[in-house]
């Protein structure tokens, strides 16, 4: 299989765990991001660029059992079609040696990045799924016309869409009828062992006077709304907001107030522990085109771990059924104070979680791919299969 996602040295997402399962039986070709967002003059821009090209001159290399990852030269700059030809040409070259290398013949092409549009279709694939995470034209810094445009091209030539979000089958489905809504899973025994009598919570949040009111994952604008989490701080002063995670954004609002604790990015494999630290999580999503359409793997995963969750009016995260909803800064903050009344990781709440791994997730996608083929094939399901395509010895 060969799939185009985000850098697989980031955060662990829907896209890892998926290529982690699937790799227990196949091959997998993991390409790095190749972009989607023009550059600006930023330092942090310039950064990526420059790392960006360093990583291309290293070699494909195997980051774990059979899953190998290429490091793409490509040019984000999608407004201008003698660039998008550039791309395909620099792509196409780059992927087929790897393909090259690693004796790939036909593979599943899944693309988790719509910026591959340029080139999905054109690398003598078998079979091409798109895997539809987000509304990517809403997100700031996009050329919106353009990427909308790229994804329409990459909607209509897909054997197969999977979206995470009923606001995005909604949309997609307008234009590829074989689009199918799979919600996100959860890497569920990753997760429970916050309530391990083993697990120990962090030393740098473990002393911080309470409540701990934590939240992790990327900080940008697209996804935290500082106002809201200005508001929780100040309402609970008295306690402590630990916001980990990548920053992105401006946080001088945050930084300032003393019970506000940032300690970055932090290891996938911590989490669990930094969430048997938490009294209560919060999702403090912006309402927006990008969260409307989002279903955040986190309100999963912090079930798993056992917390009470509070999140916005975010759609995905009131379908669960388990998480309460604060609509207002004011009723955000006193649904955090209800939480409270049974906080920290409980089994009964990780419980709820434990049916909604991401094998099962598996599953519910290879019933879809079956189906789609039948449909191509008149109501035979020959050809290529997701779970049966061994690894040659």
């Given at each position: 299989m060969v799939c185009f996602s985000h850098d697989w040295s980031g955060d662990p997402l829907s896209k890892t765990h998926l290529m982690r399962i699937l790799s227990r039986q196949n091959r997998v070709l993991w390409v790095n991001s190749i972009g989607y967002r023009a550059p600006t003059a930023s330092k942090a821009d310039l950064m990526r660029i420059f790392n960006k090209l360093k990583a291309a001159t290293s070699s494909l290399r195997e980051v774990e059992p059979n899953i190998?990852?290429?490091?793409?030269?490509?040019?984000?700059?999608?407004?201008?079609?003698?660039?998008r030809q550039l791309n395909r040409i620099l792509l196409r070259f780059q992927v087929k040696r790897a393909f090259r290398r690693l004796e790939f013949s036909r593979p599943i092409n899944w693309v988790f990045n719509p910026a591959a549009a340029i080139i999905a279709g054109s690398v003598g694939e078998d079979k091409m799924i798109y895997y539809c995470v987000d509304e990517y034209a809403a997100f700031e810094g996009v050329d919106k016309t353009q990427f909308a445009a790229l994804e329409e091209e990459l909607l209509r030539n897909a054997d197969l869409v999977i979206v995470s979000a009923?606001?995005?089958?909604?949309t997609k489905s307008k234009i590829n009828p074989q689009a199918h809504l799979v919600r996100h899973g959860v890497d569920f025994s990753h997760?429970?062992?916050?309530?391990?009598?083993?697990?120990?919570?962090?030393?740098?949040?473990?002393?911080?006077?309470?409540?701990?009111?934590?939240?992790?994952?990327?900080?940008?604008?697209?996804?935290?709304?500082?106002?809201?989490?200005?508001?929780?701080?100040?309402?609970?002063?008295?306690?402590?907001?630990?916001?980990?995670?990548?920053?992105?954004?401006?946080l001088s609002r945050l930084e300032?107030?003393?019970?506000?604790?940032?300690?970055?990015?932090?290891?996938?494999?911590?989490?669990?522990?930094?969430c048997k630290g938490f009294d209560?999580?919060?999702?403090?999503?912006?309402?927006?085109?990008?969260?409307?359409n989002a279903n955040p793997l986190k309100a999963r995963e912090y079930l798993a771990a056992g917390l009470p969750v509070v999140s916005t009016a975010i759609p995905e995260v009131e379908i669960l059924g388990t998480c309460a909803i604060g609509k207002t800064p004011d009723e955000f903050c006193e649904r955090i104070r209800e939480a409270l009344q049974n906080s920290g990781p409980c089994v009964e709440r990780s419980e709820t979680m434990r049916s909604e791994s991401w094998e099962s997730r598996v599953g519910e996608i290879q019933l879809r791919f079956d189906q789609a083929v039948a449909a191509a094939n008149g109501g035979i399901i020959p050809g290529p299969n997701l779970r049966d395509r061994r690894v040659p010895a």
């Open positions: 190998f990852v290429l490091n793409p030269l490509a040019i984000p700059f999608y407004r201008f079609a003698a660039v009923n606001n995005l089958h909604q997760f429970q062992t916050s309530l391990d009598d083993a697990t120990s919570v962090p030393q740098e949040i473990a002393d911080l006077p309470g409540p701990v009111i934590g939240y992790f994952g990327l900080m940008s604008n697209d996804w935290v709304d500082v106002d809201l989490l200005v508001h929780v701080a100040r309402a609970f002063s008295h306690g402590s907001l630990v916001l980990l995670g990548k920053v992105a954004m401006d300032s107030l003393p019970n506000v604790h940032l300690p970055g990015r932090v290891p996938y494999k911590t989490l669990p522990a930094y209560v999580a919060i999702i403090p999503f912006p309402i927006s085109d990008v969260t409307l």
